[in-house]
């Protein structure tokens, strides 16, 4: 191994202690209550070299959100292809629902933890959330094209309906709050059968989602008129 890969590898594994340290400690102590320093310490290393690898906690913040997103896409990608278009839709989201008891930290940094930094358009990992989210809903639109789902049905309009339901049961069953004996599991088996049911019977829906920005080398290849956004949805400017 050559002197330069070494330095590398031993960056990159200093770099990731930073993370797994900064996780553990916004999970357990918020991440507001966490400071550079405290991060510092809990590795053994000064304040100083923390910011040689990440400017400000935000970017700790962002890097673990980004890694977090791509660790989720991957657990629902790999849940699975059917003929059955219903299965694969029941599937992704059970995977969603699995992300958050096997990386619990990672999904209440990214869904639950008020405190941490606004995710914005500014915000480099985005483009990657927004083709999760289309994945998500391209599931749902085989649905509602195979008949499954009620042909009023809005794709994007679906996928936050189910991601919002299920979101319920995770974070009660991470947070222990249902009494002994209770299956967090079960209720959100019944959370998410009531919610793909209602799809199916085309129940009236009040919530209008935002179509993604489209980013500038996009744009210029795909020029599209003011307004020009599917129905059922709005422009983030709107």
Known sequence: MGIRERQDRERQAVRQAILDAA????????YRNVSIRKIAERIEYSPAAIYSYFPSKDDIFFA??????????????????????????????WAYYEFSKEQREFFELMFVDRSVPQITEQWTGLAFVHQMLEFAASRIQRCIDAGIFHPSTNAVVAMHLVWGALTG??????????????????????????????????????????????????????PRAQGDVPDGVRSHDA
């Open 23 to 30: 996780r553990d400690l916004f999970v357990s102590e918020g």
């Open 64 to 93: 673990l959100a980004e890694e977090g997103f791509r660790r989720l896409d991957a657990r629902v990608r790999t849940s699975g292809t059917s003929a059955d278009p219903l299965d694969d839709v029941r599937a992704a989201w």
């Open 169 to 222: 049961p995770a974070v009660i069953g991470s947070g222990c709050r249902l009494a002994p004996g209770e299956d967090p599991d079960a209720l959100a088996r019944d959370v998410l059968e009531l919610t793909l049911a209602g799809l199916k019977a085309g129940s009236v829906t009040t919530f209008i989602p935002c179509t993604p920005p489209v980013p500038d080398a996009l744009a210029a290849d795909k």
